[in-house]
């Protein structure tokens, strides 16, 4: 009993009645937690999470406007694990089923150098989530008709429309979030996507099912097609791309895929007849052109060059575009001026048609000037009785 009372520190008449009543030993647990006022709310939570919305401030905004009372602290230590949870969540892969899905990047190659000047090369890869069958082009922008011709160039190739397309956050795609943490998607592009009938979707934060595989398609043309253009260098984009076409079909679309451990044309077969059938649709009507302000000398600025516009529309708003090597301004519904696309940035391609009668009236300023002359100092002539007067008042 001693040994027990100095191993327990309990007091010896403690421990001998215990031994004598063993079903009197007390139990002891874990105190229950006490109820926190975030507890009636925490299935609108995980609701909002599955959406994609973990602004903290965003929530607790939400919350108040539902009656919750409690503070911002109790919100971000319950978010805390939820967050880390998901980001372990957030690196495994899931299979996706024949046609369901497709992933698309954009990535930087190197540079063109065109007539002297030094263009960005970018490609665009377009894989298929089932097969891993892709398409890849290289060009020169990230502009939002590219992206959507080359979206209409992988339909055509892979054999049809997946049922939703997964995306980085391009900005030609997605334009930010609003005060709910929604996304708020390009417009023309969403349209783009309503047209051809896929759903878009972003990789967003904290969120598995929509990181996709996280493979990175660019990161194989890198480590793969580019090391095998050493000793033929491209003539130029075109040939570029007919290269790099060659390199998908007879290269990355024959692998054995390293995840699915199959060959991709095999399981392509697949992916091909789950589509969503083209139809014969034609392309998705779609013109790049933007809204631009005429200069006072009857010029706009388009990719780094100056076109001419008839001089009675300086100043006015009009909308211009490129079409097929040709650069064209409409004022309204009124097309107004229509140029060949220069060679290169910073150079001026002049109608003098349109700047024929333009007023070259001088203006006429006057200014308003000074005439000074520097002189010696003026030195005010007084009587010496004015001194004396001075001198006689300080004396009293």
Same mark, same amino acid.
């Given at each position: 009993m001693q040994a027990i009372s100095s191993m327990t520190g309990l007091d010896r008449k403690t421990v001998r009645k215990y031994l004598r009543a063993p079903e009197g030993t007390p139990v002891y647990g874990r105190r229950p937690r006490p109820p926190s *006022? #975030? /507890?009636? +709310?925490?299935? +609108?939570? @995980? @609701?909002? #999470? &599955?959406?994609g919305v973990w602004n903290a401030r965003v929530l607790l905004r939400e919350l108040g406007q539902q009656g919750y009372a409690g503070g911002y602290t109790i919100l971000t230590d319950w978010l805390r694990p939820q967050r880390e949870a998901a980001r372990v969540a957030a690196v495994r892969r899931f299979e996706t089923p024949p046609g369901e899905q497709a992933q698309v990047d954009w990535g930087h190659l190197g540079d063109l150098e065109i007539d002297g000047q030094v263009r960005k090369l970018w490609v665009l890869t377009f894989t298929l989530g089932y097969s891993r069958m892709m398409m890849a082009e290289a060009a020169l922008d990230q502009k939002l008709g590219t992206l959507l011709r080359m979206h209409e160039e992988a339909f055509r190739q892979l054999g049809g429309v997946p049922r939703e397309i997964l995306y980085d956050r391009m900005r030609t795609v997605w334009q930010g979030t609003d005060e709910r943490g929604e996304i708020v998607w390009n417009p023309v592009f969403l349209d783009f996507a309503r047209y051809w009938g896929f759903t878009p979707r972003l990789c967003r934060p904290y969120r598995a099912q929509t990181k996709g595989k996280v493979e990175s398609g660019v990161k194989y043309v890198r480590r793969n097609f580019l090391c095998g253009l050493l000793g033929r260098e491209p003539g130029g984009l075109k040939d570029l791309n007919t290269q790099l076409r060659q390199w998908v079909w007879e290269v990355a679309n024959q692998r054995v895929h390293g995840t699915t451990h199959q060959q991709v044309m095999a399981r392509w077969d697949a992916d091909q007849f789950a589509l969503q059938p083209l139809d014969g649709r034609p392309p998705y009507p779609y013109a790049d052109e933007e809204?631009?302000?005429?200069?006072? /000398?009857?010029?706009?600025? =388009?990719? &780094?060059? *100056? +076109?001419?516009?008839? =001089?009675?529309y300086a100043g006015q708003q009009v909308w211009v575009r490129e079409q097929v090597g040709r650069v064209e301004v409409r004022y309204g519904a009124q097309r107004i001026a229509d140029h060949p696309l220069a060679r290169r940035k910073h150079l001026v391609v002049i109608e003098q048609q349109h700047h024929a009668g333009i007023p070259l009236g001088v203006r006429q300023e006057r200014k308003t000037l000074v005439h000074l002359r520097e002189t010696a100092p003026v030195v005010e002539v007084r009587p010496l009785a004015v001194y004396e007067n001075v001198a006689a008042g300080g004396a009293r």
């Amino acid at each position: 009993m001693q040994a027990i009372s100095s191993m327990t520190g309990l007091d010896r008449k403690t421990v001998r009645k215990y031994l004598r009543a063993p079903e009197g030993t007390p139990v002891y647990g874990r105190r229950p937690r006490p109820p926190s *006022r #975030l /507890d009636p +709310y925490k299935s +609108y939570l @995980e @609701e909002r #999470l &599955g959406a994609g919305v973990w602004n903290a401030r965003v929530l607790l905004r939400e919350l108040g406007q539902q009656g919750y009372a409690g503070g911002y602290t109790i919100l971000t230590d319950w978010l805390r694990p939820q967050r880390e949870a998901a980001r372990v969540a957030a690196v495994r892969r899931f299979e996706t089923p024949p046609g369901e899905q497709a992933q698309v990047d954009w990535g930087h190659l190197g540079d063109l150098e065109i007539d002297g000047q030094v263009r960005k090369l970018w490609v665009l890869t377009f894989t298929l989530g089932y097969s891993r069958m892709m398409m890849a082009e290289a060009a020169l922008d990230q502009k939002l008709g590219t992206l959507l011709r080359m979206h209409e160039e992988a339909f055509r190739q892979l054999g049809g429309v997946p049922r939703e397309i997964l995306y980085d956050r391009m900005r030609t795609v997605w334009q930010g979030t609003d005060e709910r943490g929604e996304i708020v998607w390009n417009p023309v592009f969403l349209d783009f996507a309503r047209y051809w009938g896929f759903t878009p979707r972003l990789c967003r934060p904290y969120r598995a099912q929509t990181k996709g595989k996280v493979e990175s398609g660019v990161k194989y043309v890198r480590r793969n097609f580019l090391c095998g253009l050493l000793g033929r260098e491209p003539g130029g984009l075109k040939d570029l791309n007919t290269q790099l076409r060659q390199w998908v079909w007879e290269v990355a679309n024959q692998r054995v895929h390293g995840t699915t451990h199959q060959q991709v044309m095999a399981r392509w077969d697949a992916d091909q007849f789950a589509l969503q059938p083209l139809d014969g649709r034609p392309p998705y009507p779609y013109a790049d052109e933007e809204l631009r302000k005429v200069a006072r /000398d009857a010029f706009v600025h =388009w990719q &780094g060059s *100056r +076109y001419s516009v008839p =001089w009675i529309y300086a100043g006015q708003q009009v909308w211009v575009r490129e079409q097929v090597g040709r650069v064209e301004v409409r004022y309204g519904a009124q097309r107004i001026a229509d140029h060949p696309l220069a060679r290169r940035k910073h150079l001026v391609v002049i109608e003098q048609q349109h700047h024929a009668g333009i007023p070259l009236g001088v203006r006429q300023e006057r200014k308003t000037l000074v005439h000074l002359r520097e002189t010696a100092p003026v030195v005010e002539v007084r009587p010496l009785a004015v001194y004396e007067n001075v001198a006689a008042g300080g004396a009293r």
